[in-house]
């Protein structure tokens, strides 16, 4: 199994919504990552778990919450998200810390349209 | 902070034809990644380059890593139009950033 799972795929919510987006994966991972992407633009990293403690952390709203119950799954609560935080949520994997010699995986990401 | 960037950013090709992607960075790193991205879609890995030197190929592309001139190119061989899609480059040093992106568009 070599895949990272996000669900949802789609997601709307209204500004004083509170939803979560999850990630999955099964390939013995020990570093989770969260991603931003917005149209015709590069990934941004928003948050890195290694060993299911947070060690990055981009300065990211507090409105996102990220959360790593264990070391298969990562969560992101999202809270009185506003209209320009509308993108694609992507999640990605790799063995440690770092990507080494097989780079990360992503998942299929969660589009994310606030209102 | 580190740097990454990848030119050209938008890249017009006939069907047939060759061309290179450069990804230049501004820190040390001997490692490397190469993505692509077709729209609304995920990202799939494409080559990891681990060291100077290195050289790695799939079908008609084929990319490199020279560290000490902190360059990566990746090379497409007589173009089709499948290879339509976003390439990123990305480099992972403390944290992994990604260039800006190459929107590669093959025309019949």
């Known amino acids: 199994d070599t895949e990272v799972t996000q669900t949802p795929k789609h997601l709307v919510m209204g500004m004083t919504n509170k939803k979560s987006l999850k990630c999955e994966q099964h390939?013995?991972?020990?570093?989770m990552y969260w991603y931003k992407q917005k149209a015709k633009k590069p990934p941004e990293l928003m948050f890195v778990?290694?060993?299911?403690?947070?060690?990055i952390n981009e300065s990211v709203p507090s409105r996102f919450s990220p959360e790593c119950p264990n070391s298969s799954l990562l969560n992101l609560h999202l809270h009185a998200l506003q209209p320009e935080d509308s993108a694609l949520y992507l999640c990605?994997?790799?063995?440690?810390?770092?990507?080494?010699?097989?780079?990360?995986?992503f998942g299929q990401g969660t589009r994310l349209t606030v209102v | 902070e580190l740097k990454v960037e990848q030119n050209p950013l938008f890249l017009s090709m006939q069907e047939g034809k060759n061309y290179t992607i450069y990804c230049n960075y501004s820190?040390?790193?001997?490692?490397l990644y190469w993505y692509r991205q077709d729209p609304g879609k995920s990202l799939e890995s494409l080559f990891v380059?681990?060291?100077?030197?290195a050289v790695k190929q799939e079908g008609r592309l084929m990319a490199s890593l020279d560290t000490k001139a902190r360059l990566s190119t990746l090379h497409i061989t007589a173009a089709v139009h499948d290879l339509s899609a976003t390439y990123f480059c990305?480099?992972?040093?403390?944290?992994?950033?990604f260039g800006a992106g190459t929107r590669l568009t093959v025309k019949p």
């Open positions: 990305a480099v992972d040093i403390t944290d992994m950033r």
């Open positions: 380059l681990l060291s100077n030197g």
């Open positions: 990605a994997s790799s063995q440690e810390g770092v990507w080494t010699s097989m780079g990360a995986f």
């Open positions: 778990y290694s060993y299911e403690k947070l060690s």
């Open positions: 390939m013995g991972h020990r570093a």
């Open positions: 820190t040390t790193s001997d490692r």
